[in-house]
């Protein structure tokens, strides 16, 4: 009988402990990229990562919410000529895979 309470206490002390004790939050991408910027909303707590090829947005609790893949885009570094829909509009084009660099990550 000794031997149980002895481990039923043990038992809820270790839970007591573990549950009891602040962990770390983390937030870890899906891929190997390059965090770059971050904002976040005082009201909501919501996070806001930029990073290379994706914006990210996590709750209060750093768990992603949306993943937003902003690259790799197919493109041409020597051409910065756009027509009226957006679109490269130089004669010859070498396009190529190009990352996305977020600059700026601003919520409103």
Known sequence: MFFYIAVLFLTTLINHSI???PS??????S???ALRHL???????IVYVGAVNHI?????????????????????KNCAD??????????QL????????NQVTVFH
């Not at 904002?39 to 707590?45: E, H, K, M, Y």
């Not at 990210?56 to 493109?75: A, F, I, M």
């Not at 756009?82 to 004669?91: E, H, I, N, P, V």
């Open 19 to 21: 549950t009891t004790s």
């Open 24 to 29: 770390p939050l983390t937030f870890r991408p």
């Open 31 to 33: 891929t190997d990229t």
């Open 39 to 45: 904002a976040v909303d005082n009201l909501t707590g």
């Open 56 to 76: 990210y947005q996590l709750d209060s609790n750093l768990t992603l919410e949306v993943d937003v893949g902003t690259g790799p885009v197919q493109d041409d």
């Open 82 to 91: 756009f027509d009226s829909a957006g679109q490269l509009a130089c004669k």
């Open 94 to 101: 070498h396009l190529l895979p190009t990352d996305n660099y």
